[in-house]
């Protein structure tokens, strides 16, 4: 079956520009996670949405991040006034509640902030 | 907080040869994930380990996971160049039965040569 999918693969945006990524979790997973992958710092959480609950924020890093999931399926990932160290590879995951946990990635966006 | 901490980082090996990663974390977790990431592409499961004692074994690699000793291995016997790939392995967050987001190691990149 599909798995997940992102939008853009690739996105390189000036400084100080407004970003949205998209993500596309597989079709009835209902916990759906943000991590992003640089250099620097490895693989960081960055929010967590599990069904109607409010979503863990816990890990983004600043305001300029906001994320949303409309009809528990699609999410977008929003940075705000990007700045060169929000340049990374962003992840998305999605798994089924209760199974096997495992957590499935998609091909992440590669973003470059210029 | 949880740490995730896997040694060695870098790892050279020759055809034919065994070996072991190391996955440590620094509190209670109730979940053990392995997961292979080739070069620009995304992360891709390779284990669950959800209880002590757990083992799996997919091929030439071998995940096993001590709860008490707060302790995971991968083991990869009779190496090929296949193989080669980083490997991440990563704590869940939260106990108790909820998803919850994962904690990575900074990853084991495994070469093998001929």
């Known amino acids: 079956g599909a798995g997940v999918s992102q939008s853009p693969s690739n996105k390189v945006t000036e400084k100080g520009k407004d970003v949205e990524l998209r993500c596309d979790p597989i079709?009835?997973?209902?916990?759906l996670y943000w991590y992003r992958q640089s250099l620097g710092q490895g693989l960081e959480f960055l929010i967590y949405?599990?069904?109607?609950?409010?979503?863990?924020k816990s890990g983004l890093p600043s305001d300029r991040f906001s994320a949303e999931r409309t009809g528990g399926s699609v999410s977008t990932l929003t940075i705000q006034r990007t700045q060169q160290e929000d340049s990374a590879v962003y992840l998305c995951?999605?798994?089924?509640?209760?199974?096997?946990?495992?957590?499935?990635f998609g091909p992440g966006t590669r973003l470059t902030v210029t | 907080e949880l740490k995730v901490e896997q040694n060695p980082l870098f790892l050279s090996m020759q055809e034919g040869k065994n070996y072991t990663i190391y996955c440590n974390y620094s509190t209670t977790s109730d979940r053990l994930y392995w997961y292979r990431q080739d070069p620009g592409k995304s992360l891709e499961s390779l284990f669950v380990?959800?209880?002590?004692?757990a083992v799996k074994q997919e091929g030439r690699l071998m995940a096993s996971l001590d709860t008490k000793a707060r302790l995971s291995t991968l083991h990869i016997t009779a190496a090929v160049h296949d193989l080669s790939a980083t490997y991440f392995c990563a704590a869940n967050m939260n106990y108790g039965g909820s998803q919850g987001n994962l904690i990575f190691g900074k990853g084991t990149k495994l070469s093998v040569k001929p």
């Open positions: 380990l959800l209880s002590n004692g």
């Open positions: 995951a999605s798994s089924l509640l209760q199974v096997s946990y495992e957590q499935y």
């Open positions: 949405f599990q069904g109607n609950s409010a979503p863990d």
């Open positions: 079709s009835g997973h209902t916990a």
